[in-house]
């Protein structure tokens, strides 16, 4: 089994988010909606509080 980029993995899809969490339902139930991981989407959501989203991917990027 081999395991596949997917867009969840994109800064973008991240930010975007992030975003939804700020002016929305709860993490999990947006996790749930968009098939992120919980505990996942609550490390993004840490790292964005912290100022540190976009630093932390641009440091290490993902490769294909």
Same mark, same amino acid.
């Given at each position: 089994?081999?395991?596949?980029?997917?867009?969840?993995?994109?800064?973008?899809?991240?930010?975007?988010?992030?975003?939804?969490?700020?002016?929305?339902?709860?993490?999990?139930?947006?996790?749930?909606?968009?098939?992120? /991981?919980?505990?996942?989407?609550?490390?993004? /959501?840490?790292?964005?509080?912290?100022?540190?989203?976009?630093?932390?991917?641009?440091?290490?990027? /993902?490769?294909?």
């Amino acid at each position: 089994m081999t395991k596949t980029l997917r867009d969840s993995n994109t800064l973008e899809f991240k930010q975007k988010f992030v975003r939804l969490i700020d002016g929305s339902q709860g993490i999990a139930a947006i996790a749930r909606t968009l098939g992120v /991981v919980d505990e996942t989407s609550l490390n993004w /959501v840490k790292t964005d509080r912290q100022g540190k989203l976009t630093k932390a991917l641009l440091a290490n990027p /993902v490769s294909a």
